[in-house]
């Protein structure tokens, strides 16, 4: 499932990190992502020619903690479910470490990290015809992933497919009265789900392409830079906004980029 009928949606996600060489090889070889290019001190992957990750060389940067607000995960969104099979297949034969899987009703999703401790997720969504709708609000939940099932969908692997893109990034936030002002006040996306101690936030009807969740780092305060994990954001804007810079409460950059007509 697409998510570029939506005003808003997520282009790529920028990362501060303190090995170029070997977290870049995971992006590429683990994700599946192709190397865009490169010159030494930054580097980006993505899928079908779009950039998807950018990965930002600073080995001065202090090392971030998992208290603090920032990165809970960044979400590929794969186009078909037998490309998550695919993956997953792929993950089982090169002994790939997962942290996690769930069935989320609305999309099946499998958890990982890279070698910095950035959280991953790579998931697939269920048609919007399935997913339970009620006031303006998805349900959904963590229930057990049928693995088995996922798995016997697969295609052969061969990479992340074009049409793979950044489906949603989940943050950790230091108070969520505060990252809804930001995310909807600011970043113009509605509140779509409800979960404790997290709220998910989407645009043109998708179930969320931001999240925030105070589950570790409840009260935090703003970020110290220059530090590892999320550096920024990049916010596709269909909505005729002009390109600008915006930083949620605790510091992080999220970048306004006009939608290409």
């Known amino acids: 499932m697409a998510t570029s009928s939506a005003p808003l949606e997520i282009g790529r996600v920028a990362l501060t990190v303190h090995d170029l060489g070997k977290t870049g090889a995971f992006y590429e070889h683990v994700i599946g992502l192709e190397r865009l290019g490169s010159d030494g001190e930054s580097a980006r992957y993505g899928a079908g020619g779009r ?12 090392k971030s903690t998992r208290r603090e607000a920032g990165l809970f995960h960044t979400a590929f969104l794969l186009p078909e479910r037998a490309d998550l099979g695919a993956w997953l297949r792929y993950a089982a034969e090169t002994r790939i ?90 970043l113009g996306f509605d ?24 589950w570790n780092s409840r009260n935090a305060p703003v970020r110290q830079f220059p530090a590892t994990g999320l550096a920024a954001v990049e916010i596709l804007d269909g909505t005729g906004r002009a390109a600008t810079v915006l930083h949620d409460p605790w510091g992080t950059e999220f970048d306004i980029t006009p939608k290409e007509a």
């Not at 950039?51 to 202090?62: G, N, S, W, Y």
Request: net charge negative; aromatic share 8%; glycine share 12%.
């Open 97 to 186: 470490g997962l942290h996690g899987v769930s069935d989320h009703l609305v999309s099946e999703a499998l958890y990982l990290a890279d070698p910095e401790g950035n959280g991953i997720e790579i998931y697939v969504d269920r048609p919007r015809s399935e997913w339970d709708v009620k006031g303006g609000l998805v349900h959904m939940s963590t229930d057990p992933l049928d693995l088995e099932s996922l798995a016997a969908a697969a295609s052969p692997w061969q990479g992340a497919p074009e049409g793979t893109v950044v489906g949603h990034v989940h943050l950790q936030a230091g108070a969520l009265p505060q990252a809804q002002e930001f995310i909807s006040g600011e």
């Open 191 to 214: 509140v779509t789900s409800k979960y404790p101690g997290a709220l998910f936030f989407g645009s043109g009807g998708y179930h969320h392409h931001l999240a925030g969740n105070i």
């Open 51 to 62: 950039p998807l990750v950018e990965l930002r060389l600073d080995r001065a940067a202090r």
